[in-house]
């Protein structure tokens, strides 16, 4: 009794053998002859002759099911198979199931493929399902229609599989390949094909190159826990409903968007990607990136975005670039992570002029300042790298005086621009180190007038004389106001520094003056704006 008999569609003649024709694992020369033949002879189909590109081809046309479960498909023999349909049409040349019409169900669930088969430009007009099926060789679906859809669940793609311009009616390709290495092994092209409803990948995993370029998704498209390990094509794809990549899906190499449309929203949760390309995509609705990783590069050059994008809990481990890129209705980067400095300073300035374009002025300007902060570090990071990458004792010099020009430089910022006015943003922070730089000389000039006769470089440390009296400064009150009109640059002439406190007050003197141009400069700022 043949093993496979629980599937209900032994060969009569061979059943009573361990294995029938049709579910023998491993067959002969002779026994694929007459599995081909006999295949035929099962199921019956009509034979019929069309006109392909100006010559005619013959065809088989499957009027009843196909239930083909655990078949164990050979390699096709180059010979001729002779068979004739019930109105005597004849078949005989090499076996093809390329332009076939299957117009009831097709179930080769289960099934293995030991050669390479080609369903090129076949109709499925009914369920097609080819669940836990083992593709030993590759396999080509190229012009294929499916009007219901093809199941393959489970399946074993060993070598390349092509969809190219294929039409899908719905595709599943759930829990696929996930235990025993069971892979897309080789790549898989779906290059032009079109999805007409839902595509559902759950657990599926790709070794090599998938390619999606030029698709049609009509219908929504999930991947849910997927694997890409090889190169991931989705360049000039569009995408007419949702889009999701959820719950650990991965790409492990490049993955590319580039000139791709999403219509509708699309959700990118807890995801990783080696290298994106999203460049020159349109997004006609909301985009969300929650808890994802961009391993190297997330490029977004070119890009449209006609509604909000929200990056939440994404961490950037790379190079990041949104030039030229448009926000129609701005974006939102919060609880993100930032390895290199030049990808937090290229998120800060995108939020900027995001904020900018909104009104939102006060969010602008704190963007701005952790913007000029991050370039602070990328101005280290850079003289770092010049000076690890320096080979020559010129180029070690080199490297070395920039490094000190660098941190010297970001030392300057930091004290004149950071925080004294962060940045010019807060007019508030220059008033209150104002007070505080006046304070602090009042305090100075006080306490340093009592050691007035005390020589440094032949130089005494000196006091604040009054035209009233001929001693010293006295009393804080004296010393404030002293400072105040110092500060400020109005001069009096009541009082007058001697020794090194004419150096002192010349320093406050400056520092007064540029104060003052900050307070101005920024409180009109605010204001005009």
Partial sequence: MCKMERF???????????????????????????????????????VEEIEVDGEKVKRLVFEKEVNARGFVFPEIPKVA???????????????SFEYAVFKNDLRFSSSKFKGEFSFKEAIFEKYAGFKGCMFYKEISFDNTYFKQGIRLNGSIFKEKCSFRRSCLGSSSL?????IMAKTFERGVDFTNASFNSSLKCVKTVFKEKVTFERVKFNDEITFMNAKFHGVTSFKGAIFYESVKFIDGTIFSKLVSFD?????????????VFGNANFENSTFEDSVRFESVEFLNAAVFKGSL??????????????????????????????KEHFKLPEAEAEARRIQRLSYEK????????????????????VLRHCAKEKYSNAKTLYQKFEAIMFLIYTYISTAIEIVLADWISLYGTSWGRIILNSFWVITVNAILYQALSRFSHTMILRIPIGTIYTNSTSGGISGLLNALYYSLVTFTTL?????HPTGWLKALSAIEALTGAVFMALIVAVMARKWMR
């Fill in 358 to 377: 909104e009104g939102k002025r006060d969010d602008a300007d704190r963007m701005f300042v952790l913007e000029r902060r991050a370039y602070r570090k």
């Fill in 305 to 334: 975005f006609k509604r909000i994008v929200y990056f939440e809990k994404t961490d950037f481990n790379g190079y990041l670039s949104f030039s030229n890129s448009i926000f129609q209705r701005g974006i939102q980067i919060t």
């Fill in 81 to 95: 198979i002779e068979y004739k349909d019930k109105k005597g049409n004849r078949w005989d040349q090499r076996f």
């Fill in 174 to 178: 759930e829990d696929s390949f996930s």
């Fill in 8 to 46: 209900g569609n032994c060969d009569p003649e061979t059943a009573d053998q361990e294995y029938c024709i049709f579910h023998k694992p491993n067959k002969s020369e002779e026994e694929a002859r007459e599995f081909w033949k006999k295949f035929l002879e099962k199921f019956k189909p009509r």
């Fill in 491 to 495: 001069g009096y002439g009541d009082m």
């Fill in 259 to 271: 000139s791709a449309l999403f219509k509708q929203r699309v959700y990118f949760t807890r995801c």
